[in-house]
């Protein structure tokens, strides 16, 4: 992709720990990447040391929006200035930029609008904990059986998108857990959807929103909220 074409777009809450490794990574794997940090209201010192990297764009959310905020706001921003492409990484260190270019490869040969980073796609990866494979499963069946699409891996936040994408995102993505949502909402929008298989890795510093004691309810919501989705006629 051409300088100035492809923004990496690092959803990011009290990683002061992740986020100069994150950069530096995207640096090094994507040099023709523009990089933008949405510091989602973080509480650490994670917005002053991306700015420390100079170069980096921050912006700085003036409260706390959750990552579907933080994402969107990645969305308006690429879609504003006009970038063709947008890869999410995330602040916590999980995505390995050097893997965008498995995406860039599937987006190529298969047309598709967004490309989703799979860890259960032909490689040895971590791959999160036991609770959230049972419910990457569940969610993986719901797809196949609400919309006929094969995703193996709908909470992934590990994905890139084209224009087209870009420019329904920035209009409407879910506030809530919005990954597996956004597949529903782009399917519903006539954008094609493919998946490519990804290394991943544990985070090294921090942890999770998602907890044992919230499993249950992540589970519960997010599959409520793609069986309303589906549902939906208009958006």
């Known amino acids: 992709m051409e300088k100035g074409?492809?923004?990496?777009?690092?959803?990011?809450y009290n990683e002061e720990d992740n986020i100069r490794g994150?950069?530096?990574?995207?640096?090094?794997d994507l040099p023709d990447a523009d990089i933008l940090v949405i510091n989602d209201c973080s509480v650490d010192a994670t917005a002053r040391r991306a700015r420390q990297q100079g170069g980096v764009r921050v912006v700085d959310l003036p409260f706390?929006?959750?990552?579907?905020?933080?994402?969107?706001?990645g969305f308006k921003y690429a879609c504003e200035h006009g970038y063709d492409y947008m890869v999410q990484i995330d602040g916590d260190?999980?995505?390995?930029?050097?893997?965008v270019g498995k995406l860039a490869a599937a987006m190529a040969a298969t047309g598709c609008d967004m490309v989703i980073g799979s860890r259960f796609l032909g490689v040895r990866s971590f791959r999160t904990t036991w609770q959230r494979r049972i419910g990457i499963k569940v969610f993986c069946h719901l797809f196949r059986l609400l919309l006929g699409l094969r995703?193996?891996?709908?909470?992934?936040?590990?994905?890139?998108?084209?224009?087209?994408?870009?420019?329904?995102l920035a209009r409407y993505y879910p506030s809530?857990?919005?990954?597996?949502?956004?597949?529903?909402?782009?399917?519903?929008?006539?954008?094609?959807?493919?998946?490519?298989?990804v290394a991943m890795r544990a985070r090294e510093?921090?942890?999770?929103?998602?907890?044992?004691?919230?499993?249950?309810?992540?589970?519960?919501?997010?599959?409520l909220s793609i069986i309303f989705a589906c549902s939906r006629t208009r958006w």
């Open 5 to 12: 074409k492809l923004l990496a777009v690092i959803p990011a």
């Open 22 to 28: 994150v950069i530096g990574e995207i640096r090094a």
């Open 64 to 73: 706390n929006l959750g990552i579907g905020g933080a994402v969107q706001t």
């Open 93 to 99: 260190g999980q995505h390995i930029p050097g893997e």
């Open 151 to 168: 995703i193996t891996d709908g909470t992934s936040g590990f994905r890139l998108y084209n224009r087209k994408s870009i420019e329904v």
């Open 176 to 197: 809530d857990y919005p990954e597996p949502d956004a597949i529903v909402l782009l399917h519903k929008h006539g954008l094609a959807i493919a998946e490519a298989g």
């Open 205 to 223: 510093c921090g942890h999770s929103s998602i907890t044992f004691l919230k499993s249950p309810y992540y589970m519960a919501k997010v599959t």
